[in-house]
């Protein structure tokens, strides 16, 4: 069992910058893909950015591109999403998961990862 805690969101003004982190149980996290997705009301749940399984690779969606940046500490066995030049529509609630099957190099879709935090709210004014 992987359990996976967010904390880092909040109300931040366009422009701002928030750094997210994603603390995970389990001796294994260097060997899992560990990913951050994001799901705003009505939408559904949508990939932002993940490790590939080397820990080292690294992909992110066209919208946060040059934006967002993901990184991971293996001794905390911690996640970070380090958001910067937000925007509105940035708008959503954010989750880390974890996918340990070892089956995929790279994970994009929320049906290829087993583990998911509750989320951690982030709010981007205009």
């Known amino acids: 069992q992987v359990q996976l805690v967010e904390s880092g969101g909040g109300l931040v003004q366009a422009g701002g910058s928030l750094r997210l982190s994603c603390a995970a149980s389990g001796r294994l996290f260097s060997s899992y893909i560990m990913g951050w997705f994001r799901q705003a009301p009505g939408k559904e749940r949508e990939f932002v950015a993940a490790f590939s399984l080397n820990g080292i690779s690294t992909s992110y969606s066209d919208s946060v591109k040059g934006r967002f940046t993901i990184s991971r500490d293996n001794a905390k066995n911690t996640v970070y999403l380090q958001m910067d030049s937000l925007k509105p529509e940035d708008t959503a609630v954010y989750y880390c998961?974890?996918?340990?099957?070892?089956?995929?190099?790279?994970?994009?879709?929320?049906?290829?990862?087993?583990?998911w935090g509750q989320g951690t709210q982030v709010t981007v004014s205009s």
């Open positions: 998961a974890a996918d340990s099957s070892r089956k995929r190099f790279k994970a994009l879709s929320p049906r290829e990862y087993n583990y």
